[in-house]
């Protein structure tokens, strides 16, 4: 399970029993994740700042008979953060890999950024930022007693677009690529690696305020693909982000939107 040479060469892509941290896995995007790392034998940490959905989401995986383990954990609080990481490490006795996807996002009311409220701007760029650093944060010396680690930060195609009405959370998104680049120039002779996926339109069970079928038009119009994303077409790179087969691949962000932007 370490860095070297020999571990590497056996372009392992499985994620057999690595323990892995989601955050926001109580709903949409992250629910899946947490499913699918369950699915593929991983032992996952279902954390949600919302203790119901992240219970519900962990004995529904356990129930398929997949290994889950539900934390409470508000990401924007440091404390709350090292309680989960504690949580991992007591429950499974590692930390292999951190999905940073807990954000502020489906619930926001897209608007010009003269009318969002200034406290509102402030706790997006909390939460989808500072948030995912101090989960890195916290799982770090697990993974650097370990010599080897995946931290998968979230990001968003609508950084390249610019999207227009949700500048915080595009600004957010903005700046988890910049936090990965930094991230594993810190990291790499630590044996972690730090990647971004930018996902595209992701259609989940969860209603998005600031989606209309205007919007799903224009970006089936950019796509490549002629269908709307869904949790499961964010999985393969996730896994393959996840396993010791990207182990030569570090501060990439990648775009997973059926070809919305060209980067
Ligand atoms: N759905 C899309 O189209 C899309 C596109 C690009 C990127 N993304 C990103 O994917 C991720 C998941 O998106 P989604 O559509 O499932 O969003 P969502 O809003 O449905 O789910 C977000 C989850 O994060 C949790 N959360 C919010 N604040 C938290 C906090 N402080 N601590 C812990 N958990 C917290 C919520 O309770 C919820 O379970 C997000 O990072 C989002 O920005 C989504």
Not at 82 to 111: C, H, K, P, Y
Not at 156 to 171: E, I, K, Q
Not at 179 to 191: K, N, P, V
Request: charged share 20%; aromatic share 4%.
């Amino acid at each position: 399970m370490d860095g070297s040479t020999e571990a590497r060469s056996a372009f392992a892509t499985d994620v057999r029993d690595r323990v892995v941290i989601v955050t926001g896995a109580g709903q949409g995007i992250g629910r899946v994740y947490a499913r699918e790392f369950a699915n593929s034998g991983a032992r996952v940490i279902v954390a949600d700042i919302d203790a119901a959905n992240a219970e519900a989401a962990a004995s529904g995986i356990v129930s398929d008979g997949g290994q889950a383990h539900a934390v409470r954990a508000d990401v924007g609080d440091a404390g709350s953060v090292e309680a989960m990481a504690a949580a991992a490490q007591d429950t499974f006795g590692r930390i292999d890999v951190l999905i940073n996807n807990a954000a502020i996002f489906s619930q926001l009311d897209r608007r010009g950024f003269e009318d969002i409220p200034l406290e509102e701007w402030n706790q997006v760029l909390h939460v989808n930022v500072t948030g995912s650093m101090m989960c890195a944060r916290a799982v770090l010396p697990a993974m650097r007693a370990a010599g080897w680690g995946r931290i998968i930060n979230i990001s968003s195609s609508t950084v390249p677009l610019g999207l227009p009405g949700f500048m915080h959370y595009v600004t957010s998104k903005a700046a988890v690529i910049g936090m990965t680049r930094a991230m594993a120039r810190e990291l790499g002779a630590d044996g972690i690696t730090v990647n971004a996926i930018m996902p595209g339109l992701i259609e989940t069970e969860v209603e998005n305020r600031g989606r209309t079928d205007a919007v799903r038009e224009r970006v089936l119009g950019m796509q490549c693909v002629d269908f709307l994303g869904r949790p499961n077409d964010l999985v393969g790179m996730l896994l393959f982000l996840a396993s010791p087969a990207s182990g030569y691949m570090t501060g990439q962000s990648v775009a997973v939107d059926g070809g919305c932007v060209h980067l």
